[in-house]
């Protein structure tokens, strides 16, 4: 099968950082289709080859496995064009270069959005436009519903719901669903798809995987890194808008899904949707109780953000499933910017037995039993129980079960663009997001962002840079009875 995969935002850091070396890896490991072409979109004047010397450099930088010589075998399905996506003529341009380069075969054409979000817009409309014009000369084939052209979305997907919504509708004027992939980097993480794997191709955790034996369930994000130059960026959009509605909940998605009929985009995407569906958005005085929030100390001095600003870098909550499997189990979810390290994972924490049987040693093993699937870095599976200490009398301690990606497979973990593209020519959406997972995402994420626009509640609290979680978030959890994993 022939493919072009066209890239509007060609000269981005996306692009060169992580497109163009996904592509590249594909081709090493022969995962790519033997015909392809990659036709790069933006307004930078660049020749093929200007281009494709840039990519060789920036390629050379963000790939683990590099050599020349492949690259420029690589390259050689790599061209340029110019595109202004607001202008009707570069489009016309650029579909008269796709057919000097396509062969006759009707190949598959991935439209590949990798600009900021205020070109998504024009892009699908201009492309729309186009399409229409060389449908009716009979040089295309009709775009809507037509699977063999199909196109990617970068994040972010609106900014609320009525412009997810809006966008949803300027998408669907232009394609059908079906042939909408939109591009949520968490999903395409081995650990992620893992995580389906451990709940549904083995029989010992499904059993337990319910209200009666699971007292709650933690999915938690922090991030090492502060806001650096992308305070401007980031004081508008704040870590509701940058973790919780995509990530964090893709992640909450996939732990409390049920189990699809078979594993289909179509099937795992309604099972996923339930989830949402299951949790009712909270009022203002739930968002004053079930949600904090906090600003690293130094936050309003970084570049771009605006004196007073109140954007919240920490922020945690606590969300209801209100379903069979879930009713009564908290999810807690967090996410910060400026913690002490990098590390996502997410914690099952099963309940206590119900008697204490040994009475001798620390009290420690009241929280054994836990699950931690560890997302990144050092991608893996922990399993925590208590065992005796030998030679101790009846003392018991906490032990782990420890599965590591890294020990167990020699090659490191693919980057999970490979994933998402390699889905994306196959045809396979089971790891992009649909129209209605997005939206209903947003009418969780927009009423707790209001609330706290509007009413300043709850407070916002400060942390200090390199703290492994603030110390009121620490609190607002004892308070719920609860602790935070800190493993
Ligand atoms: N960078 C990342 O790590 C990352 C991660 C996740 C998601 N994303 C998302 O990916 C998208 C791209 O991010 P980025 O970091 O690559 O942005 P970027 O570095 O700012 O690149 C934006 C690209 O858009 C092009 N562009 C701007 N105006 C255009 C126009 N009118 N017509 C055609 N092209 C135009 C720019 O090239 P010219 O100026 O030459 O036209 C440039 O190639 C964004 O939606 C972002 O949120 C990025």
């Given at each position: 099968?022939?493919?072009t995969?066209?890239?509007?935002?060609?000269?981005?850091?996306?692009?060169?950082?992580?497109?163009i070396?996904?592509?590249?890896?594909?081709?090493?490991?022969?995962r790519?289709?033997?015909?392809?072409?990659?036709?790069?979109c933006?307004?930078s004047?660049?020749?093929h080859?200007?281009?494709?010397?840039?990519?060789?450099v920036?390629?050379?930088n963000?790939?683990?496995?590099?050599a020349?010589?492949?690259?420029?075998?690589?390259?050689?399905s790599i061209?340029?064009?110019?595109?202004?996506?607001?202008?009707?003529?570069?489009f016309?341009s650029?579909?008269?270069?796709?057919?000097?380069?396509?062969?006759?075969?009707?190949?598959?054409?991935i439209?590949?959005?990798?600009?900021?979000?205020?070109?998504?817009?024009?892009?699908?409309?201009n492309l729309?436009?186009?399409?229409r014009?060389?449908?009716?000369?009979?040089?295309?084939?009709?775009?809507?519903?037509?699977?063999?052209?199909?196109?990617?979305?970068?994040?972010?997907?609106?900014?609320?719901?009525?412009?997810?919504h809006?966008?949803n509708e300027k998408i669907?004027?232009?394609?059908d669903?079906?042939?909408?992939?939109?591009?949520?980097?968490y999903?395409?993480?081995?650990?992620?798809q893992?995580?389906m794997?451990?709940?549904f191709?083995n029989?010992?955790f499904?059993?337990?995987?319910?209200?009666?034996?699971?007292?709650?369930?933690?999915?938690?994000?922090?991030?090492?890194?502060d806001?650096g130059?992308?305070g401007?960026?980031?004081d508008?959009?704040g870590?509701?808008?940058d973790?919780?509605?995509?990530?964090?909940?893709q992640?909450?998605?996939?732990?409390?899904?049920?189990?699809?009929?078979?594993?289909?985009?179509?099937?795992v995407?309604?099972?996923?949707?339930k989830?949402?569906?299951a949790?009712?958005?909270?009022?203002?005085?739930e968002v004053?109780?079930?949600?904090?929030?906090?600003?690293?100390d130094?936050?309003?001095?970084?570049?771009?953000?605006?004196?007073?600003?109140?954007?919240?870098?920490?922020?945690?909550?606590?969300?209801?499933?209100?379903?069979?499997?879930?009713?009564g189990?908290?999810?807690?979810l967090?996410s910060?910017?400026?913690?002490?390290?990098?590390?996502?994972q997410?914690?099952i924490?099963?309940?206590?037995?119900?008697?204490?049987?040994?009475?001798?040693g620390?009290?420690?093993h009241?929280?054994n039993?836990?699950?931690?699937?560890?997302?990144?870095?050092?991608?893996?599976?922990?399993?925590?129980?208590?065992?005796k200490?030998?030679?101790?009398?009846m003392?018991?301690?906490?032990?782990?079960?420890?599965?590591k990606?890294?020990?167990e497979f020699?090659?490191?973990?693919?980057?999970?663009?490979?994933?998402?593209?390699?889905?994306?020519?196959?045809?396979?959406?089971?790891?992009?997001a649909?129209?209605?997972?997005?939206?209903?995402?947003w009418?969780?994420?927009?009423?707790?962002?209001?609330?706290?626009?509007?009413?300043?509640n709850?407070?916002?609290?400060?942390?200090?840079?390199?703290?492994?979680?603030?110390?009121s978030?620490?609190?607002?959890?004892h308070?719920q009875?609860?602790a935070?994993?800190r493993?």
């Amino acid at each position: 099968m022939s493919n072009t995969i066209v890239i509007f935002g060609a000269s981005g850091d996306l692009t060169s950082r992580k497109l163009i070396p996904a592509l590249y890896s594909l081709y090493l490991k022969k995962r790519l289709p033997g015909d392809i072409r990659i036709v790069g979109c933006s307004r930078s004047p660049f020749t093929h080859d200007q281009w494709r010397s840039e990519l060789e450099v920036s390629t050379s930088n963000f790939t683990s496995k590099f050599a020349k010589d492949s690259f420029r075998e690589f390259a050689s399905s790599i061209f340029y064009q110019k595109v202004d996506v607001g202008d009707q003529e570069d489009f016309k341009s650029l579909f008269r270069f796709l057919d000097e380069v396509e062969p006759d075969n009707n190949p598959t054409r991935i439209y590949y959005l990798s600009t900021a979000p205020r070109f998504f817009a024009p892009a699908i409309e201009n492309l729309g436009i186009a399409h229409r014009e060389l449908s009716v000369s009979g040089r295309e084939p009709e775009l809507r519903g037509n699977l063999l052209r199909r196109i990617v979305i970068e994040k972010p997907f609106g900014t609320d719901l009525e412009s997810a919504h809006l966008l949803n509708e300027k998408i669907h004027q232009v394609f059908d669903e079906s042939q909408v992939y939109r591009i949520d980097h968490y999903l395409g993480k081995e650990t992620v798809q893992n995580m389906m794997v451990l709940r549904f191709a083995n029989s010992i955790f499904e059993p337990l995987w319910n209200r009666n034996y699971i007292d709650n369930v933690q999915i938690v994000c922090s991030e090492s890194v502060d806001v650096g130059r992308r305070g401007g960026y980031y004081d508008s959009s704040g870590v509701l808008r940058d973790m919780f509605q995509n990530h964090l909940l893709q992640l909450l998605m996939i732990t409390a899904m049920e189990c699809p009929a078979r594993f289909n985009a179509s099937l795992v995407r309604d099972e996923k949707v339930k989830v949402l569906q299951a949790i009712k958005p909270f009022s203002s005085e739930e968002v004053r109780t079930e949600t904090y929030r906090a600003q690293y100390d130094g936050y309003l001095d970084s570049d771009g953000v605006p004196a007073g600003s109140k954007t919240a870098t920490f922020a945690a909550i606590k969300l209801k499933i209100e379903n069979w499997r879930w009713n009564g189990v908290p999810f807690y979810l967090s996410s910060g910017k400026a913690l002490a390290k990098r590390s996502t994972q997410i914690v099952i924490q099963f309940h206590d037995p119900p008697t204490l049987l040994f009475t001798d040693g620390p009290k420690e093993h009241w929280d054994n039993n836990r699950l931690i699937i560890q997302i990144q870095p050092d991608e893996g599976i922990r399993m925590r129980f208590t065992t005796k200490v030998p030679d101790a009398g009846m003392e018991l301690r906490t032990t782990d079960l420890d599965f590591k990606f890294a020990e167990e497979f020699t090659e490191s973990m693919p980057d999970s663009y490979q994933r998402l593209l390699l889905d994306a020519i196959k045809g396979d959406a089971s790891l992009f997001a649909r129209s209605d997972e997005v939206e209903f995402a947003w009418k969780i994420i927009d009423p707790i962002i209001k609330s706290w626009q509007q009413t300043q509640n709850p407070k916002l609290y400060r942390y200090h840079p390199g703290v492994a979680i603030p110390e009121s978030c620490d609190q607002w959890m004892h308070f719920q009875k609860k602790a935070w994993c800190r493993e």
